[in-house]
């Protein structure tokens, strides 16, 4: 069967509506009989029944009723699309990005950002079910950890600097690595790096005793906060915990930290133009990084 004709269609979806071949002409602005002849080139073309007439009602048959239902559903994506596509604006940015990073370090920063681009109209998800760009729902990602999708651009966001952080009042008690040992730790299940590689950097074993539990790294450092123990965690993500005194680094010059590259940018190929070069040259300022980073 070949395409169905649009206007017809949007006629019956109007007049279904409606439940008015009159009420429908108003709203679309035509006549009443061209309605009843868009409807009925469709049946024709169908070659089915689509509405019982009733006077000047009209009520749907058994084959209209389910015709309906797919065309409502069409109509509705097709509205979906036109406004996705309409808002795209020149200068609309739509980012997603790993939840942590998004609360604890870029949250703080938009505000200048915004200021310094007024014109920059700002859409952010946050999740870790990264995106794979399929369904164009967004311009770039900050990720954690390594892309899942091949033939992306990708901008390592910098090495981060991973420690242990605690409340001061914690801090007075731990003057050496091995005092962590019989300490309260939090852990960041997700992390990449864990209680046992720092144990291991600084010539221990990870104790075997049971460790206060996250599945988000502003969870835990939220516990640290608290008193609720050690967390083991990158100082980017705790920049505003350590410089407000509410976190310390209880063995800061005394124990090896863990260094690493956790986030990173990923975005589809085809350059940084106009949003997102913008918002790429802002990122790797922000972050310090070399200037090759800046780039196309």
């Not at 040992?181 to 005793?209: K, V, Y």
């Not at 940018?265 to 790797?284: E, Q």
Request: glycine share 10%; net charge positive; aromatic share 6%.
């Amino acid at each position: 069967m070949g395409m169905m004709n649009l206007p017809a269609l949007r006629a019956f979806e109007a007049a279904c509506r409606c439940r008015s071949f009159r009420a429908a002409a108003a709203e679309l602005n035509i006549s009443a009989s061209a309605v009843s002849h868009a409807v009925r080139r469709l049946e024709r073309q169908l070659g089915a029944r689509l509405f019982v007439r009733d006077g000047r009602a009209v009520r749907l048959s058994a084959e209209g009723e389910t015709l309906m239902a797919h065309v409502e559903r069409g109509f509705s994506e097709l509205s979906r699309g036109v406004a996705a596509v309409s808002a795209r604006g020149p200068q609309l940015f739509r980012l997603h990005c790993a939840p942590s990073f998004a609360a604890q370090w870029l949250g703080p920063r938009l505000p200048a950002l915004l200021a310094a681009h007024p014109s920059l109209e700002l859409r952010l998800a946050a999740g870790t079910d990264y995106s794979r760009f399929a369904a164009d729902e967004f311009d770039a990602d900050i990720i954690y950890g390594l892309p899942r999708q091949t033939g992306l651009e990708v901008i390592p966001l910098g090495e981060e600097i991973v420690t242990p952080l605690c409340a001061p009042a914690l801090a007075a008690s731990l003057m050496r690595p091995a005092d962590l040992l019989t300490a309260p730790l939090i852990e960041s299940d997700n992390n990449l790096l864990r209680w046992a590689d720092w144990f291991s950097a600084n010539g221990l074993a990870a104790p075997a005793g049971r460790k206060l539990r996250f599945d988000r790294t502003f969870l835990s450092l939220s516990a640290a906060v608290d008193g609720l123990g050690v967390a083991l965690e990158g100082m980017r993500m705790a920049e505003r915990e350590l410089a407000d005194g509410r976190l310390v680094q209880p063995l800061r010059g005394r124990a090896v930290d863990c260094r690493y590259v956790g986030h990173r940018l990923v975005y589809p190929p085809g350059g940084r133009r106009g949003p997102l070069g913008l918002f790429v040259g802002w990122l790797v300022a922000e972050l310090g990084l070399p200037d090759q980073a800046r780039g196309r």
